[in-house]
């Protein structure tokens, strides 16, 4: 499964950017897909998830921050995220999982937010 993330980019805190991941598989057919990025210590941390039922998940300071969305009729997975903090710089993966449980991941987009 090909997962290709774009939408990073280098903005000022306070500002916005979306994220958008295109999956080469239907997206309506995944059981679960979330946003996660790279910590210093290369560990992957969810940001936002969406599973197949609907239920959305954000952790930590993406409450409120950031909108996780899918268009199953492109097969695309986005994250809005608006009041970008510098600590919100990261390499930050799309991850999909579809419905055999197979676990996929995008190559990683560079969001850097200037202070």
């Known amino acids: 499964v090909q997962l290709q993330a774009s939408g990073g980019g280098l903005v000022q805190a306070g500002g916005s950017l979306r994220l958008s991941c295109a999956a080469a598989?239907?997206?309506?057919?995944?059981?679960?897909m979330g946003w996660y990025r790279q910590t210093p210590d290369n560990y992957y941390d969810l940001v936002a998830s969406?599973?197949?039922?609907?239920?959305?998940d954000y952790r930590g300071s993406a409450k409120g921050r950031f909108t996780i969305s899918t268009d199953n009729d492109k097969n695309m997975l986005y994250l809005q995220m608006n009041s970008l903090k510098p600590e919100d710089s990261a390499v930050y993966y799309c991850?999909?999982?579809?419905?055999?449980?197979?676990?996929?991941w995008g190559q990683g987009t560079l969001v850097t937010v200037s202070s």
């Open positions: 991850s999909l999982v579809d419905r055999g449980g197979s676990r996929y």
């Open positions: 598989v239907r997206t309506s057919s995944s059981m679960f």
């Open positions: 969406v599973t197949s039922t609907g239920d959305l």
